[in-house]
DNA sequence: CTATAATTTCACGGCTTCCTGAAAGGATAA
DNA sequence: TTATCCTTTCAGGAAGCCGTGAAATTATAG
């Protein structure tokens, strides 16, 4: 019962290790590289404002790894740079509320790649337009590709337009959300 | 205006293309790697069913890589084998409603990512619980870590059920919009 | 201004993922 | 059964992505 200080400290670390490679193989869903992913996970499960040499130590990669990815997370909104008084050296800590974070990732990944998607939806269905096409697109063939491109162009604003609303009001929803779980746990 | 009968068949030809194209950019966002995607786009913008042998041609891909992408596109369940009678040939077929197409994609993505995901999460919480390390539970240290992770697994666990519920109620939230936005364009 | 500390950039190499094409496997008709 | 047609598998190679480490750049202290 007396060597038990290292045991915990040891497991604690484990536990975070073991967080942090969870973030990792999560990253193709928040569309980052797994590195990246790691490099917030340390942060944000140790909840500590770190330097570069912390990082590289923690997760034995180089430098310029760091400095890479520590640059995206910035681009991303995902981490903040801090500095202290008297040490030259920057420091970055992770956001760190799980709604915000949840909002920025898919912000960024609606800006990134869902709305891209949306605009070159809307060429392709001018493309098919009658003012594009004339008389020919009156065709069944034409007709059966513009319906398809429509129904997408449908259900994407839709999608578009609800996940703007639940993100307008996830402020009032969460505190919903609090107040009906209490603090009673996950399940 | 007698000529533009090879026209407008290669401007719809070109605007296909561009779509594949297109669902080939999209698949990150699927979770699939971009052949696949392809290979099914191909299929949906057209509507047609189609062999190995039309896909091969179409998209300028080997046998082999037709042959794999179909198998994964079969088992996620977004492509489906027909039949001719009197035609050895399998040919294949992409699933036309949008609603169905989306709910298969979040389905998968949810089975194969997420549900691991949170069950890692569980197990972290488990690992960090006072049966796992005794008194030392009480630790700021593990309380903090241990925070964090049970916010995440209330936020996760959230998300899950709703989304559950969103899915459920496609059927009638699609009837609704149906009726809401009648057959009146996108915006 | 110079020396030193900290960070960023980038060419190169390693690794993973994907694709090809040929060979094996399977199904149907004769 | 054998011949033919079609599909799947898989070893090897190509392409793209990612990480390293050293050099260049920037910032601060003296």
Redesign the interface.
Known sequence: MKS?HRD?KE??TS??Q??VE?WG??S??W?INPTMARIHGIM????QTMTMDDIMERLAISRGNVSMNLTKLLEWGLVKRVHRPGDRRDYYESIRD??EL?TIVATQ?KRR??DP?LS??R??RD??SPE???A?AE?D??Q??AK????????L???DSLSQKFFESHKSLRQA?DLL?GDG???
Chains 1, 2 share one sequence.
Do not use: H, P, Q, Y
């Open positions: 038990t915990w497991r604690l536990v975070e073991e967080f969870l193989s999560m193709s869903l569309g944000f499960i140790t909840g799980v709604w949840f990944r790649e869902i998607v070159t939806l060429r392709c493309e098919l594009a096409l004339g020919r065709e063939f034409v059966d590709r398809r491109i429509n129904d997408l162009l449908k259900f604003s839709l999608m959300v779980a746990g996950e399940e």
